[in-house]
Structures are given as C-alpha cells and as structure tokens.
C-alpha cells in the first residue's frame, strides 16, 4: 500500500523506467551496459515505491498514551525552551527519520487542533540544533484532557523539500491516523508538557502510531 501523496512521483518513476528500459533494448548493443542502465532505471523505481510506502497498521487508541507520530530514531530527550506557541520551557523528544523510513506522520494522541502554521526556511540537515527553528516546517498543536496541548514540529531536512499537512484548527483527530507526509528525509519534534513520563531514550528506534513515547 502506497501513500497518496506519492501517487505523482511512483507516476513518473513507472514512465522513466518503463521508458529508460525499452531505449536501453533498442539503442544499447553492448550487454552489460544494457544491462546496468536497467538495473539502474529498475532501482530508481523500486527506491521510489518503498520511499512512499504506507503500511496498514493497527493503532490501539488509549487517552493515557502519545504514541510515536512517525518511524525513526529517537536523537532528543531534553527540557527546552518553546517560543513559538507555548513560549515557555516544554520537554522536547525528537525522531529523526532517514530515507529508508516510512515517512508517514501519525496524530500522536486524540484531541482538538489548536494550532496549525507553516513556515518556509531553510534545509539543513535534520539533525542540526537549529533546524527546529530554521528550517521549513510546520508546527500543530493538539489538545485533549489528559495531556493537556502537545505541540509536534514537521521539519524538512537537506534532502525533503516538502511537507504535507492536514491538520486544520478545530479539528476532532485520532490517535495514529494520517496527519501528513515529509519528503525524503526530515525529523519531527514533540513538545510536552514538563514533568510528563518519557517512556523512550535516545537512539531508540520508533514505529509511528505503534511506538509509545510518554503515559499517564
């Protein structure tokens, strides 16, 4: 099963291969060159559809629980200030997502939106102290009774060069449904209340909508 948002580019990967295989067969005499640009083409498809898979998975809602909005790896457990919406300090938890990770963004809790903004900037790598705050990005806050109003950061890496969101204000969401799309290589940032029960640490590995990141 693939993303919608991929629908376009797995598109255009399927015409490049299709066509780069059929102009290698007439136009390349030497085998193993023939050979090796189709291999070529073969891969760029297949890097393609696995980029923009999207896999079923079954999400057990509980109120107590934010679960991991998207796949990767947990690079940030820390206290931090938050001058965007909360304007005071937020204990930050941060996933960073590689190329080969399912890069759909799941709600992490059940609430209310009540906070969605876009912001254009720049593309440093994900990793960078200060993509948070410079890069593209989007920046959603939910609010429910047991947490309270959590914030979650879509930012683009050097290599995404867009982000997809859903989430409009006033909206009633669900815990692991679809809340957006990064292309190719980003991080999202959790903002949580201090105080709230990390049950993650660094370098853990996370799977969206599966993964439960804090409880009450």
């Known amino acids: 099963m693939f993303h919608k948002e991929g629908i376009p580019s797995i598109f255009l990967g399927s015409v490049f291969t299709i066509t780069v295989l059929l102009l290698a067969d007439k136009f390349?005499?030497?085998?193993?060159?023939?050979?090796?640009?189709?291999?070529?083409?073969?891969?760029?498809?297949?890097?393609?559809?696995?980029?923009?898979?999207?896999?079923?998975?079954?999400?057990?809602?509980?109120?107590?629980?934010?679960?991991?909005?998207?796949?990767?790896?947990?690079?940030?457990?820390?206290?931090?200030?938050?001058?965007?919406?909360?304007?005071?300090?937020?204990?930050?938890?941060?996933?960073?997502?590689?190329?080969i990770n399912v890069h759909v963004t799941r709600y992490a809790m059940n609430g209310i939106i009540k906070f969605s903004k876009y912001h254009p900037g720049k593309f440093l790598v994900a990793w960078h102290p200060k993509a948070s705050e410079e890069n593209e990005r989007t920046t959603v806050v939910v609010e429910n009774n047991t947490f309270g109003a959590v914030l979650y950061r879509q930012i683009a890496g050097a290599l995404a060069r867009r982000i997809v969101n859903y989430a409009q204000e006033g909206m009633q969401v669900v815990q692991g449904t679809d809340a957006g799309f990064i292309k190719f290589g980003s991080r999202v940032d959790l903002f949580l209340p201090l105080g709230t029960p990390v049950e993650v640490v660094l370098n853990q590995k996370a799977i969206g909508g599966k993964t439960i990141i804090a409880k009450k």
């Open 28 to 99: 390349i005499d030497i085998t193993w060159l023939r050979m090796l640009v189709q291999i070529f083409a073969f891969l760029v498809l297949v890097i393609i559809l696995q980029f923009f898979r999207n896999p079923k998975r079954s999400v057990i809602i509980n109120d107590n629980h934010i679960l991991a909005p998207v796949d990767g790896k947990v690079v940030v457990i820390e206290e931090v200030y938050e001058g965007e919406y909360f304007k005071d300090k937020r204990l930050q938890v941060s996933i960073f997502m590689s190329p």
